[in-house]
């Protein structure tokens, strides 16, 4: 109970203290300071602190932190910037601990499972922890253990996160633009996954299946057999980190040539495979000793459903091409328009963009355009996918990495020279969609002769109809003659009431219990005349319910399927 307290304490303290500052201040960046950081106006100030208290919380607000530094159309650049920098580097957890979960899930003693077992980690992150050993067979391999009781933590972590979320939504004005519930659905399901090192296994073996036949490329190898949900064994990898490979040693490798490979399989997976490595960071992706690219770390793999591959196929060619009203059109399809999306002013600041970039050459990166259209959706009031969002951080980070290897790769180039394969991934038909088409067209083929002949015996016999819901003139002047009529009535009414009113002063005539008799006929007829109208406009309107309720029964059962 403590503790819990203790984490509701802490989330609040975070609340207050970035709830009011730049967080929120959209992702509208300033025109003028292109390439230039925001601390001057304080906000990288802000945005710097927001990280350092996330470290400070524990795996799962690390882990969230990273996700909302792909959210571009939400949050304004010296923040997104900011928590793309997380570090997910912490203390490591004894060795005693990590022999205990390997024990425990691989059922045997560790030196019984391998002839050597190195006890300071090789990495230390928030939910793992990566230590080197060797197989008694003597392969080199290194070994990724769960933190002990990381899921219990995430999962109350994620409990608070709920609630909090769900008040942000219901009970600020921010919420609907926010969409909190949707962000915090899509960081549980990626979250779930990174905490299950089976998918992680998976990845691995997809990806190494995928880069088979690419001579320049390496995935590690997983071992299925040293391998569980929170034990993860696979190939040692050497080398260094992309960025770390200095003027010196760019000479010892084909740069351009690992580029040009690099993009081309991270692009082709994508837009075949639907597979996203959405941490294609330089820490990932290894410079081997024999001049290759390794792909390592695979816990964040996204899956593109073929709607959004096809859409994004379209968009990546629109801004190869500089068609900025294609990719205006292209993203307002894709994404939710909130309450107050301005279409228009959309279409041209995307107009403008696309068909200024272009203009870069090799200076245009497509992960920063796909970054840039995510802002410019925020700002005008249209949420992306999140998918779009993961693809341009992922191409970003890619974009970064390629440059490195060589300053003069052109990504737009690059797509274009690869346009073949990618109108491929457009226009391919998996198996099962064609089996699917087929066992529709095969009904369609059955069903086509008898409803045929329903349709033609129907026209022959004079009982084909059609009903168009179109505007009925006939029943809206009804409607209209009916609401006057019981106005007209309803004046006549008070009229009658009022002169009945004004009769009681005259005290002359025929009396009925000690009033003048023409003014108490007066109010009985406006009495009885009043209950009457009040009764047939209940009446008439139960009636009119009644024929509604009828004509959409008649309705649903004209299109039911025919047999």
Known sequence: MVDKVTRVTQLLGLL??????????????????????????????????????????GPTFIKFGQLLSTRFDLLPTAYTDALSRLQDRVEPVPVSEIRTVIEEELGARVRDLFA???????????????????????????????????????????????????????????????????????????????????????????????????????????????????VLTMDYVPGKK????????????????????LFRFMLTTLLSEGLLHADPHPGNLLVTPDGRIAILDLGMVARLPRRVRSQLVKLLLGIGEGDGEQVAAIMAGMGHPLVDFDAAGFRDDVAHLVSGTVALGADLQAGTVLVQLARLSGTHGLRPPAEMSLVGKALLNLDRTVAHLDPEFEPAEAIKDNVIAILGAGLAVSPGAVVASALEAKEFAEQLPRRANRVMDSLANGELSLRVQAFDEDRVFTVAQRLTNRLTTGIVLAAITVAAALMMGNAGGPRLLGYPALAVVFFLIAALSGLALVVGIVVTDRRAKSRARARERHVVHDHAPLP
């Open 16 to 57: 207050a203290r970035h709830g009011r500052s730049g967080l929120l201040a959209g992702a509208a960046g300033d025109d003028y300071l292109v390439g230039e950081s925001a601390e001057g106006d304080g906000s990288g100030e802000g945005a710097e602190r927001l990280a350092s208290d996330l470290e400070q919380l």
């Open 116 to 230: 050597t077992f190195d006890d300071v980690p090789v990495a230390s992150a928030s939910l793992g922890q990566v230590h080197r050993a060797t197989t008694v067979t003597g392969r080199d391999v290194v070994v990724k253990v769960l933190r002990p009781g990381v899921r219990e933590i995430v999962r109350d972590d994620m409990d608070l996160l709920g609630q909090v979320a769900e008040l942000v939504d219901t009970r600020t004005s921010a919420g609907p633009r926010l969409g909190t519930t949707r962000l915090l659905a899509q960081f549980r399901r990626s979250l779930a996954d990174e905490l299950d090192y089976r998918k992680e296994w998976a990845n691995l073996a997809r990806f190494r299946d995928l880069a088979a036949d690419e001579e320049l490329l390496l995935v590690p190898e997983p071992l299925a057999a040293f391998s569980t949900s929170r």
């Open 242 to 261: 992309v960025t770390d490979v200095g003027p010196l040693g760019l000479l010892d490798i084909d740069g351009p040539a690992l580029s040009e490979s």
